[in-house]
């Protein structure tokens, strides 16, 4: 067995593994359009594990966009061996650090039901950071959105709202673990071109004139159907606890059931039980639980 770069020659290949073992890994930058817009560079360091045959055994890749390395880490696209030897993952490592000097941290999600891979971190010194749950609400009867005097939702305005976007999640997400890298004003723009992106599903909450708060639904899939998934939901600390939250999650269920989606699903910090309480009494169950495994460097 020997660790190569990935070429440009073996991308397909790599994709390939890829989709042969998202379903038991964190597939969040697996789906077919990630896999389809793939392309080797630096923001992609990634390296295959091959046999005498050329066939792939494992793989390990990063995501290294401007919002990562702005929070000085990189978090795997996959980190995945057939070969039951902790020494495969140990080499990939260490391959992919050569790609780490200016970071602090590399991290990954896995499902706790995958203990295999849970114990290979343990094993190479991975250190458990917090869980994350993923929660589904299926085709439930709507409460109506009742947004107190005062207060205007209405959808995202391109060209007009970006810095009122970037301004609410900032402030919402400033101690959110995992989210408190600020976005920049591009990274909104960028959200407008994603391929998930739905027209009218980014809505935002204003208090007199002033933004309060932020949603977003998003086209996705889960067990291969058609699912909108929400989120962020962001409201600003001063404006937290006043259930303005339920408000924009209602409405963002309303736009899902109007675009003809059977489903919602959105993920929930394990540590954020207020939110989590308010999911749940929404009507949404939860489906999955991840375990976020940080490396320090």
């Known amino acids: 067995m020997k660790v190569i770069g990935l070429g440009k020659e073996r991308v397909s290949d790599f994709v390939l593994y890829c989709k042969k073992h998202r379903m038991k890994i964190d597939d969040s930058y697996l789906y077919d359009m990630d896999l389809q817009e793939f392309e080797v560079s630096e923001d992609h360091p990634t390296y295959i594990v091959t046999n005498e045959q050329e066939e792939i055994g494992a793989a390990a890749s990063l995501v290294l966009d401007d919002y990562h390395r702005r929070g000085k880490r990189a978090r795997f696209r996959i980190f995945h061996s057939e070969i039951d030897d902790i020494q495969v993952y140990q080499q990939l490592l260490q391959a992919l650090l050569n790609h780490t000097s200016d970071l602090d941290k590399i991290f990954l999600f896995i499902p706790v039901v995958n203990k295999k891979l849970t114990d290979a971190m343990e094993g190479l010194k991975f250190t458990l950071d917090r869980y994350s749950f993923v929660l589904v609400r299926e085709d439930l009867d709507l409460s109506e959105v009742d947004l107190p005097v005062g207060y205007e939702l209405r959808p995202f ?89 339920r408000s924009l999650l209602r409405a963002s269920l309303k736009f899902a059931k109007e675009q003809g989606y059977k489903r919602t699903i959105l993920s929930v910090n394990g540590e954020n039980e207020r939110a989590q309480a308010l999911y749940i009494k929404e009507g949404f169950k939860q489906v999955e639980a991840v375990a976020c495994y940080h490396y320090f460097l």
């Open 157 to 245: 305005r391109p060209g007009e709202d970006e810095e009122n976007w970037r301004l609410v999640r900032n402030a919402a997400f400033a101690t959110l673990k995992g989210s408190e890298t600020p976005i920049t004003v591009e990274g909104v723009t960028k959200l407008l071109t994603d391929h998930d992106y739905l027209e009218g599903g980014m809505m935002l909450l204003f208090h007199q004139g002033h933004p309060v708060g932020v949603i977003r639904g998003a086209d996705d899939e889960y067990e291969n159907s058609p699912i909108m998934n929400i989120g962020p939901v962001a409201i600003i600390p001063a404006y937290q606890g006043l259930g303005l939250g």
